[in-house]
């Protein structure tokens, strides 16, 4: 299933406790809410979007996990911590491919309503591939 092949990436896997942001410096600035709460952030992504945050704005690092070997998912299990080990946009893609065969389709849809201005969300609710917001649903 998808959701275990994405345990092989940080894309929605748990942060380090004293992971926080990071200034030009490159030294950690904890936020307001990882100190005040030491508990760590988790995000869901799907392909599409870690790979556009990635790729188009270059907001986004992906990293892979370094218990799993490349292009291994790993069975589902408890959360672990995520060691930095950063992909390239070409391993990203290469991996995203590998994981879904309709990426590309689904992909170059997916940009084309992002960079048009509408918010793009999952269909598997309505049975298709993506859902289409002109503001926040």
Request: proline share 4%; with cysteine.
């Amino acid at each position: 299933s998808i959701s275990r092949h994405l345990n092989a990436c940080c894309i929605g896997r748990q942060m380090a406790k004293d992971a926080g942001l990071f200034n030009g410096g490159g030294e950690s600035v904890p936020t307001a809410e990882s100190s005040a709460l030491h508990r760590p952030e988790t995000f869901r992504l799907s392909l599409e979007e870690a790979f556009f945050l990635h790729y188009c704005t270059g907001c986004l690092a992906i990293h892979r996990d370094p218990d799993v070997p490349a292009g291994i998912a790993a069975a589902a299990g408890g959360e672990t911590q995520c060691e930095a080990i950063p992909l390239s946009t070409q391993q990203c893609w290469s991996a995203f491919i590998g994981l879904r065969s309709d990426f590309l389709l689904s992909y170059i849809a997916y940009q084309h309503f992002r960079s048009k201005g509408w918010i793009v969300r999952s269909g598997l609710y309505y049975g298709c591939e993506h859902v289409l917001y002109r503001w926040h649903p």
